[in-house]
């Protein structure tokens, strides 16, 4: 394998012993708590508000040092810490998404067929089907009622709970299956959940009633009330330590809490920083930022206008004069697959964050690519700090790509770069991080966040 160059190589500040595993620790106890965007959005408000957040109110003004949130609708969060010289000179901003590939629930469900009763449901986000079979799967997320009242359903996560599985064909039978491509081994159609059985006799309709009663009984949720649902299946086990010396975590739903939990954590450790500090957590990253809750919706401007309109200034200038990070994940290089990566511009596991000037896909399309001027801003941020760091991209050109919210931060005329952790298996039910990397980039974001612009 071809040398390559690591910003900061031998320089990484000295650290105590154990810091980085019991960052992960809590970073574990979060991810099983949180593989939903609500989920999250609920779980990082009861714990900030512990911590000293209140919530946003528009007719007040805001002083250095005071910690504030905006529940963006229950599945996006901002959160902020007033800084000594407010948006005068602009706001240091970091951006993540909490949302993670799944299978959700159709509007119309439920069916039984030859005494097996299923759930269908629609794929979201980039997955690989054939992964979410012959695994254990818990259902997630809430319906509204027909009164307009709110049901939250969780079920398959604690022990002795039951849970659900998409059925996968026997090898013996499979030789007319194995010739196809991967994609087309299990198609969408296919994703359909187990979530009940009846004898031959008793199948059909007989079986489909019998699941809506049980509905009814437990959950008061009626076959139409799925109309107004949103409900998905993740996977039903917990994070854990992978390897011998467990250096690493493996666990659903890592891309991208993996970079929203140390944003998160960086936002909570300041107490009256120069600039103004902002974290966004948004929706929808995985469908392309639309709807409400996701980075092209308005939230974040409305939010940050207020606080620039209360200081006298114009959203657009504050603009002009933060800088900010998208901080999103990228590949880890896989020796099992050395084909997709150039080894010279790829990040590898345990040597800090990657720090990328572009994403995108072929021919760099629906990229921010940073300035380079930036990009030094952000090196001797981390200089300073002997915090370990990567240059790279995401695999080789045109094996495929990615994209981050670093283009909905850039059309915004916010000066952004990636900065994120390597995953291995990205995508997958079970992901694959470093201790050290999500560590080193705590430190990057807590660093870029002391530092005066």
Request: charged share 25%; net charge negative; proline share 5%.
């Amino acid at each position: 394998m071809a040398d390559r160059l690591d910003g900061c190589g031998q320089m990484e500040k000295e650290k105590e012993p154990g810091d980085e595993f019991a960052f992960c620790e809590d970073y574990k106890r979060f991810l099983d708590c949180a593989k939903t965007e609500r989920e999250a959005v609920r779980a990082l408000i009861a714990e900030l508000e512990g911590d000293g957040f209140v919530p946003y109110d528009r007719s007040k003004i805001w002083r250095p040092g005071d910690r504030i949130y905006f529940n963006q609708r229950n599945k996006a969060l901002i959160l902020a810490v007033i800084g000594e010289r407010g948006l005068a000179k602009g706001a240091r901003l970091a951006a993540a998404h909490i949302d993670s590939p799944r299978l959700d629930v159709k509007p119309a469900p439920l069916y039984a067929q030859e005494g097996l009763a299923f759930f269908k449901t629609h794929y979201y986000g980039s997955l690989r089907k054939y992964q979410w079979a012959a695994i254990p799967l818990a259902i997630h997320g809430c319906v509204c009622l027909s009164d307009g009242e709110m049901v939250d359903i969780c079920i398959g996560e604690k022990k002795g709970e039951p849970q659900f599985t998409v059925s996968d064909l026997l090898p013996h039978l499979a030789s007319g299956f194995t010739p196809r491509p991967v994609d087309e081994i299990i198609t969408g159609e296919r994703l359909n959940v187990v979530i009940g059985s009846g004898n031959r006799e008793n199948g059909g309709e007989f079986l489909k009633d019998e699941v809506l009663r049980l509905l009814k009984e437990f959950y008061g949720i009626e076959e139409q009330d799925f109309w107004s649902a949103e409900l998905c299946f993740v996977p039903a086990f917990g994070s854990t330590d992978v390897g011998i010396d467990r250096s690493l975590i493996g666990a659903y739903g890592q891309d991208d809490t993996v970079c929203a939990y140390p944003a998160v954590q960086a936002l909570r450790g300041l107490k009256i920083p120069e600039n103004t500090c902002i974290v966004v957590l948004a929706d929808k990253e995985e469908t392309g930022n639309g709807s409400t809750t996701g980075m092209d919706s308005t939230y974040m401007d409305d939010f940050i206008e207020d606080l620039a309109e209360g200081e006298g200034l114009k959203l657009r200038h504050v603009y002009a004069m933060s800088r900010s990070l998208s901080v999103d994940v990228s590949s880890a290089y896989d020796p099992n697959y050395p084909e997709a990566f150039d080894p010279l511009n790829t990040a590898y596991l345990n040597k800090g964050p990657i720090l990328q000037k572009y994403s995108g896909l072929r021919g760099k399309s629906e990229t921010a690519d940073a300035c380079a001027e930036y990009l030094g801003e952000l090196r001797t941020i981390l200089k300073q700090e002997q915090i370990a760091y990567q240059i790279g991209e995401i695999g080789k050109v045109d094996c495929g790509g990615g994209k981050t919210i670093s283009r909905c931060l850039a059309v915004r005329n916010l000066q952004t770069a990636d900065l994120g952790v390597p995953v291995l298996s990205m995508h997958a039910p079970f992901e694959i991080t470093s201790k050290r990397d999500i560590y080193l980039l705590y430190r990057g974001i807590s660093a870029f966040f002391h530092t005066p612009i």
